[in-house]
Structure formats: C-alpha cells, structure tokens
C-alpha cells in the first residue's frame, strides 16, 4: 500500500515538473523582449540572438534590432551590433544612439561615441546622468578630455539632479535627506509636474499614503498613459491594502507592453491577496518561464500551491528553489514548512535541521523542527529543540516544554 502510495506521488511529481515549466506559447512581441533581457542579463547571447531572430522574421522593430545589438555587443561583434542600432534609427529615430555611443566607447573612439550621446541627450530617448555614469560601456573613455568636456555642459535642469538625489535617498531609506531636498526645492518649483512627482513617492516613504494618491492621481489626469506614474500608483494601491486596485493598475502597465517582467510577478502577489489563485498562478508561471531560477517567483508560486492544498506542486517548487538556491536557509524552511503541513514529519525534521545548519539563530525553525519530532515520536530531540527556541525568545514554546519535557 505505502510502496502504491510512493509511486502514485512520484508520477505526479513527474508530471508536475514537465508541465510547470512552461513556454509561453503564442508570445508577443513584448513575451520575447522579456525573454531576450533575460538571457541577455545571464550573459546568454546566443540564445537572446535566437528568439530576437525568430521575432524579427515575424516584424521589422527597433526595439529587437537593439536589444540584437545588446547580445552582439556582448558576444565582442561591434560590426553586428553597429549595423543594427543603425537599423533602429531607421525605424525609429534616435532609438539607436545610446547604444551606439556605447559602441564606439567600447571600442575606445570617445569622439564618435560623444557625437552619438549627444544626439541622444537631445532626443526623446535621453538618459539619466545616474545610467550614464554606471554603465561599464564607458569606461573605456570616461578619463578622457572629451569625455569631461562634454559634462561641463548643462545636459540637466536642477530639479532632474533634485528628483534623482530624492528617488536616491528614498532607495537607501533616508526619508529625512529626501524630505529635505523637497523642501529646498519646493519655492522654486511649485508648480512642476516632477515636483509633483517627488512629493508623491515622498508622501509615500512616509506612510502618508491618502497625500501620495492624490498626488500621483493629478499627474495621471494629464498624462494617463506615463509608466513612472502608474508605477507608483501601483505602489500607493498596495500599501493601502488596495490590492484590486493596484492588480488593475498593473494590467494597465502589461496592456502598455511596459518591458518589465517584474510586473507580472507584482500583480501575481495582488492577486493572491485577493484569493485569485489560479490568476496568480498563471502570472507566476509566465515569470517563471522568463526566469526560471528566481527565489521569489519559485516561492510565491509554492505557498500559493500549499495554501490551496495543493502540497505536491508545492513542493515541486520549493525544490526547485533549492535546487538553485541551495545555501538559503529560507528556501529549506518553505520546503520543511510543506512536509510539516502533509506530515512528513522526517522530511519536515530534515529541512528543517539543513535550515538551521545555515542559521541557528531562527526561533520558529527550532520550534517547528521540535513538533516535527514530537509527531515523529522523538520526545527528548524534540525537547532539546523548543528549549533552543525558548533561548532565542520564542515564548511560544514554554507550552511545548511544560507538557512534553517538564517530568
């Protein structure tokens, strides 16, 4: 019976693992850009070449024949890659520059790769002193005195320098420095659309989150359709709880071929706050077909599955989670979690143990390692755990102690 009982889930745990991991069939132009920028940032040209490749075949646009020019620059084919951004700027102006001013300073012709940032700097595609300044393409010139001549210019008005010193401090958690700089800029500024802007994501930041939707719903009465502003209007909806809000919010986005992957994975979240687990789910699975390895996506993913009962596909992916993140404490702790849940109390005592090798310091990994061993009728290793777990301030497990190990 148990060996009918073995086999029976393995064959479920065999199929779950061929038809989790699935490619998106019928994928858009923005699927396999999403694609592509994720091989691309693993290195993998080739096979960001390949589904570019194949997306070309289906339509002439400028976005492929630069992100083409991306893997072609990375694969050392500046020729390639030139050709392409060419391409670019043929079907859509200035869509091509940044990355040929990349190019040529790669190559080490600072002339000609300023020539490029310059019309860049002049043209709807313009680049934040910030993604300048960090991109290792440019290093190349970067002490050169063409490429100081060229930041004596004034290529940015001082409430761009002030929006990116606040959106800075915001990043580190310095709310003050941010208010600070909002505060000396506001006199000057009343009236700008990015002084609004910065208040909002201000407001934001200090939990004032009735200012921040008022804000940002002012900015996108004028202009409904700018990504930055529905990005933060997603982010006010969350943190208010308004979960279906922020989910439609971030359809909105999608439906806008935003080129960010991460959207999915944000409105998978809303969705299992509302209980739509199978909406969940479905945005899950597409990121995890663009990132397979991603702990957050292979986490979320399993605690949906155990949420709902569904223990097997739960634990399909927790394991795979360790089987690409096999040094995260966090990762054995979902996966001892889920056999706890279907008591598989050895299993449970295992991850959870292999968790606690990692980090000795979790109270509730100690604890639940404990009742793990108590259901698997180890008494005093089970008490040895809750009095660990009571010594790191889990009070939760006097109770265990005075009922099982106290005699």
Not at 187 to 198: C, M, Q, T, W
Not at 324 to 330: K, Q, R
Request: net charge negative; proline share 3%.
């Amino acid at each position: 019976m148990i060996h009918k009982e073995c086999e029976m889930k393995r064959t479920v745990i065999i199929l779950v693992s061929f038809l989790l991991p699935v490619m998106i069939s019928g994928q858009t132009l923005t699927d396999k850009l999403l694609k592509a920028d994720a091989f691309l940032k693993n290195g993998k040209a080739d096979q960001a070449v390949e589904i570019l490749n194949e997306a070309l075949n289906e339509k002439s646009d400028s976005r492929l024949y630069s992100r083409r020019a991306e893997a072609e620059i990375i694969k050392g084919d500046f020729s390639a890659a030139i050709a392409d951004l060419n391409r670019a700027n043929e079907l859509d102006k200035y869509s091509g520059e940044f990355g040929l001013a990349k190019v040529y300073a790669l190559i080490g012709d600072a002339t000609t790769s300023l020539y490029h940032l310059e019309i860049c700097m002049n043209s709807p595609y313009k680049k934040s002193e910030k993604e300048i300044m960090l991109n290792p393409a440019f290093s190349k010139i970067e002490n050169t005195p063409q490429w100081r001549s060229f930041w004596q210019k004034g290529w940015y008005p001082e409430i761009d320098t002030k929006l990116s010193e606040i959106e800075y401090y915001l990043g580190l958690g310095k709310i003050e420095e941010a208010v600070s700089i909002l505060s000396d800029i506001s006199n000057r500024y009343s009236e700008s659309e990015k002084l609004i802007y910065a208040s909002a994501m201000v407001s934001l930041a200090q939990g004032n989150n009735s200012e921040a939707l008022r804000s940002v719903t002012s900015l996108l009465s004028q202009k409904p359709e700018n990504v930055n502003y529905l990005q933060l209007l997603a982010d006010i909806q969350f943190a208010s709880s308004n979960y279906a809000g922020a989910s439609e919010t971030y359809s909105r986005l999608i439906n806008l071929e935003t080129p960010d992957a991460g959207l999915y994975l944000k409105r998978a979240e809303c969705f299992r706050k509302t209980g739509e687990t199978d909406k969940a789910l479905s945005d899950i699975s597409k990121y995890i077909a663009i990132y397979p390895s991603d702990k957050n996506a292979l986490s979320l993913a399993g605690r949906i599955e155990a949420a709902t009962g569904n223990n097997l596909k739960a634990l399909w992916y927790f394991s795979e989670n360790l089987k690409y993140h096999p040094n995260d404490p966090d990762c054995y702790i979902e996966r001892a979690n889920s056999y706890m849940s279907s008591k598989s109390w050895e299993w449970a005592v295992n991850d959870y143990s292999m968790s606690l090798d990692l980090d000795p310091s979790n109270s509730e990994a100690w604890l639940n390692k404990g009742v793990s061993q108590l259901n698997a009728g180890k008494t005093e290793n089970a008490c040895h755990d809750f009095r660990q777990a009571y010594r790191l301030g889990n009070k939760k497990a006097i109770e265990y102690i005075s009922k099982y190990c106290i005699k």
